[in-house]
């Protein structure tokens, strides 16, 4: 370990929790190896049970994010990491904070899309001397290569539909919409928007063809900051993605966060799905 690595290891983490079970791994994390943390729950946003037992929270509101960044600052916390799912919510709700009102009339028209804003708030952080740590760097998770997890193989129409997906998913990307593409036989069923993957798969069971069943492709943003709102996949996903019917799941490998690659490799198969790690083309190595 570096010294700069040592030094961060000792430093207090602000973990900026969304929703998910992303953020309990960071502070599993932070707990196995004994770094100071400190939890910041977003009111609505964050899991408000099954957290480890001993963990130090505060909650916040989106609109009062302002006012916790300086309260940090002001107790020595520069160390920052935003984990899980949030909702993005209406302008108007964050009006109230002056502090946030304010920085959202300074990034003006960059705070339109998901990540315009997230690339913002970084930028807005940093220049107030924050550094921002990725969730999977935390959890030191090791990104896997492409390839088959698990003991089902997709077939070529999987493959096929499996590459169209991951390409509509780098398209939808690069104009800030989402990170998730739903297709059948070569049929784009569904597109992740703002009501996040697990609501936009229970929408699809009603849109299933006859034949070959539906795959899911989660991908990251070709622009965007891969220290926030990195894409995650975990047991729920797959859990809801066949209950909707898919017949598998793939992920950008090495740009999506996996909580527990092993464990999910083994629920995929139990669930009767295929698990894939896509290349940067979108394929399947053979």
Do not use: Y
Not at 81 to 96: D, F, H, I, Q, T
Not at 205 to 228: S, T
Request: charged share 20%; glycine share 14%.
């Amino acid at each position: 370990m570096t010294p700069a690595s040592a030094r961060q290891e000792q430093s207090v983490l602000a973990i900026i929790a969304g929703g998910g079970d992303l953020p309990k791994r960071v502070v599993e994390a932070c707990q196995a190896r004994g770094r100071p943390f400190v939890v910041v729950g977003l009111n609505g946003q964050a899991e408000t049970t099954g957290w480890p037992p001993g963990v130090p929270h505060q909650w916040t509101r989106l609109g009062k994010c302002g006012g916790v960044a300086e309260d940090l600052r002001d107790r020595g916390i520069l160390h920052l990491c935003m984990a899980g799912r949030v909702k993005r919510p209406s302008l108007v709700s964050l009006l109230p904070d002056w502090r946030t009102a304010a920085f959202l009339a300074k990034v003006g028209a960059s705070a339109l899309g998901d990540d315009g804003l997230l690339s913002a708030i970084v930028r807005e952080l940093e220049s107030n001397g924050f550094t921002i740590e990725a969730p999977d760097q935390v959890i030191g998770a090791r990104p896997l290569g492409a390839g088959v997890i698990g003991r089902i193989i997709p077939d070529d129409q999987a493959r096929r539909d499996l590459a169209h997906a991951f390409r509509m998913a780098k398209a939808l990307g690069a104009l800030d919409i989402g990170q998730g593409v739903v297709v059948q036989q070569g049929v784009v069923l569904a597109v992740e928007a703002i009501e996040g993957t697990d609501a936009m798969l229970e929408r699809c069971a009603c849109l299933l063809r006859d034949g070959p069943g539906a795959v899911l492709v989660k991908a990251c943003k070709p622009q965007q900051d891969r220290r926030v709102d990195l894409p995650a996949l975990g047991a729920r996903t797959l859990e809801v993605a066949a209950r909707a019917g898919l017949r598998g799941v793939g992920f950008e490998a090495g740009a999506v966060v996996l909580l527990d690659p092993t464990g999910l490799g083994k629920r995929a198969d139990d669930l009767g799905l295929f698990f894939v790690g896509l290349s940067a083309e979108g394929e399947v190595p053979s």
